[in-house]
C-alpha cells in the first residue's frame, strides 16, 4: 500500500456485513475499524451520558443526531492510530454527516479514498439480523447459522459470551432499514459523484465478499 493515508467507507444497509469484513480488512490493509455503532454501544455499556442520549434512537432504529454523533467520530478519527487511514464502519449514515467527514479529512489534507458499497437484498439482511450474536467483550460478529462460533455463545477470539442486541428484534430492524433507504441510501450517489463509489455484491459467502472487496480496493 501506498504511504498516503487512506480513508475506506465500508457503506451498506443495516447486517450487510461492514462489522464481518471491517475485522477481516483491518488485518489485510492494516487500518483501525472505527465503528460508529460499536462507539455508542461502548458508550452504553460504560453508562456515559453520551450513551444515555443514544440509547433512546439506538432502542427505536433511529438514527443518533448528528451533531452528537460527528462529534464522537472526530474524537475517534483525531486519535494517533487514524492519522494513517481508517476503515470507518456505520459512518457517514447522512449527507450532513459526509460532508461534516469530507471538511475535516480536508483540513488534514485528505480525503476519502474508497466507499465499497456491500448490496444486499432488505429479505437477506432481516435473516442475517435475526441471527446476529455478538461478543460482549471485543464486538466480534457471529451469526447463528452463517457463521457460527467453534463453541456456541462464546466468541472465538476471547471466549467472551455472545449477545443478542437489543435493536435486532424484527420491528426494529424494519424501522431500521426504512431509515437507511431514506436517509442513508443517497450517500451512494454523493460517492459516486465523487468517483470513489465501487460497489460489490454483498450477497455471497462472507469469503467471497472478502475476495472481492480486496479486488475493489486494490488489494487482490
Ligand atoms: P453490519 O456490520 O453491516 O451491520 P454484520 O457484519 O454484523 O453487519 O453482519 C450481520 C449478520 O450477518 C451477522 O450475523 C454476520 O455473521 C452475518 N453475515 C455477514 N456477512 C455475511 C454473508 N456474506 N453471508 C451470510 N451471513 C453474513
Ligand atoms: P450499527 O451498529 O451500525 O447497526 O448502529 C446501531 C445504531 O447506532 C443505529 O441504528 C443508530 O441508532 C446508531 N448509529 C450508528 N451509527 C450512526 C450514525 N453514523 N449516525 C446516526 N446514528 C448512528
Ligand atoms: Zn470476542
Known amino acids: ?37 460499536d462507539l455508542f454501544r461502548e458508550n452504553l455499556k460504560n453508562e456515559t451520558p453520551l450513551g444515555r442520549r443514544a440509547k433512546e ?3 427505536r432504529g433511529e438514527l443518533v443526531p448528528d451533531d452528537v454523533t460527528i462529534a464522537m467520530v472526530m474524537e475517534r478519527l483525531s486519535q494517533p492510530d487514524c492519522a494513517g487511514g481508517a476503515l470507518l464502519d456505520g ?20 480525503q476519502v479514498g474508497a466507499v465499497p458499497y456491500i448490496a444486499v437484498p432488505d429479505d437477506v439482511l432481516v435473516e442475517r439480523v435475526s441471527g446476529r450474536r455478538l461478543c460482549r467483550l471485543c464486538g466480534a460478529s457471529y451469526h447463528v447459522r452463517f457463521n457460527p ?13 455472545l449477545y443478542q442486541r437489543d435493536d435486532d428484534l424484527p ?5 431500521r432499514l426504512q431509515v437507511y433507504w431514506e436517509q442513508t441510501s443517497p450517500l451512494i450517489d454523493y460517492y459516486r459523484q465523487q468517483g ?7 450477497d455471497q459467502s462472507i469469503d467471497a465478499v472478502t475476495t472481492d472487496l480486496r479486488e475493489a480496493l486494490g488489494r487482490p
Request: proline share 8%; hydrophobic share 35%.
Open 1 to 37: 500500500m501506498s504511504a498516503k493515508p487512506r480513508y475506506i467507507i465500508l457503506l451498506g444497509p443495516p447486517a450487510s456485513g461492514k462489522g464481518t469484513q471491517a475485522a477481516r480488512l483491518r488485518e489485510i490493509l492494516g487500518l483501525p475499524h472505527v465503528a460508529s455503532g
Open 91 to 110: 459512518f457517514p449514515r447522512t449527507i450532513a454527516q459526509a460532508q461534516a467527514l469530507d471538511r475535516a479529512l480536508a483540513e488534514r489534507g485528505q
Open 57 to 59: 434512537y439506538m432502542d
Open 196 to 202: 470513489v463509489l465501487v460497489t460489490v455484491n454483498g
Open 149 to 161: 462460533p467453534q463453541q456456541p455463545g462464546r466468541c472465538d477470539h476471547d471466549g467472551g459470551k
Open 171 to 175: 420491528e426494529t430492524v424494519r424501522t
